[in-house]
């Protein structure tokens, strides 16, 4: 949660990708941004610091998310559903 994406999608590099995948994966499972962001303020939700900080992160990435799909023209929700 410290490692910061791009807020372009025409700026991002590998290491972003893999960082954003980190934020909608639980496991090996896909399970959307919401799930994995609940899980790990699940996980640290007695450090009112750490909740601030995921939830602004989770805030951005939501932001780069929209640009994403945006641009590849359907959901990453829809997209994974079909990779299934």
Request: glycine residues 4%; hydrophobic residues 35%; aromatic residues 4%.
């Amino acid at each position: 949660m410290t490692y910061e994406l791009k807020k372009d999608v025409e700026d991002l590099t590998e290491v972003d990708m893999v960082c954003f995948g980190d934020r909608v994966v639980k496991e090996d499972q896909y399970v959307g941004l919401s799930e994995r962001m609940a899980y790990i303020i699940d996980k640290v939700k007695d450090r009112p610091d750490a909740v601030i900080r995921i939830k602004k992160k989770q805030a951005e990435t939501e932001i780069l998310l929209s640009k994403i799909e945006d641009r590849l023209g359907v959901t990453i929700d829809e997209l994974m559903k079909k990779e299934r």
